[in-house]
């Protein structure tokens, strides 16, 4: 497997499903937390199987491929969570909305989310791209930050046999 594709592929696989469990998700509301891990863990992956250090393009790059494979893995699992979970957000919506005053617009920002929660092929789209997007940019940020977190120290020069002086 290409050095670089391996690397990309695990960080991805983090990155998207991280992102699309139910409640490990919120992770993301933390500056995009599990799609930056994803670019880093991709380049400590990538680093961790070479010996020379390698450079912020190469964590950018791998970083890049684990967005866009982190995103294809999140919409994959987002749709099926997001189908599963809809009747137990729409009861606890209900719980919400009946359980007496609620400051002023709550009522109708929890009225909004539970009339918009169905799953529909354009929110799928939308979705889909808003997570590209995301995902593309925070990992490469992440595969940058975790070249330079996760750089090798240069290795010394070779031993220069007793009795040889350089000059």
Not at 35 to 47: E, M, N, P, R, T
Not at 63 to 73: D, K, R, S, T
Not at 100 to 126: C, H, M, W, Y
Not at 149 to 166: L, N, Q, S, Y
Request: aromatic content about 8%; charged content about 10%; hydrophobic content about 50%.
């Amino acid at each position: 497997m290409n050095s670089k594709l391996q690397p990309a592929l695990y960080g991805g696989l983090v990155l998207g499903v991280l992102s699309a469990l139910p409640f490990v998700s919120v992770g993301n509301l933390c500056c995009c937390l599990w799609v930056l891990s994803g670019g880093a863990l991709a380049a400590y992956l990538l680093q961790r199987n070479q010996l020379a250090p390698i450079t912020p393009s190469d964590g950018a790059l791998v970083g890049l491929g684990a967005g866009l494979i982190g995103a294809v893995v999140w919409q994959l699992l987002a749709v099926p969570t997001t189908i599963l979970m809809a009747p137990l957000q729409a009861r606890l919506l209900e719980r919400v909305l009946s359980a007496g005053e609620l400051p002023d617009g709550a009522r109708q920002v929890f009225e909004a989310i539970r009339d918009n929660s169905a799953f529909t092929l354009a929110k799928f789209v939308i979705g889909g791209f808003f997570t590209l997007l995301v995902s593309v940019v925070f990992s490469t940020l992440g595969g940058l930050a975790g070249a330079a977190m996760f750089r090798a120290k240069t290795p010394p020069p070779p031993a220069h046999p007793e009795g040889f002086v350089i000059e």
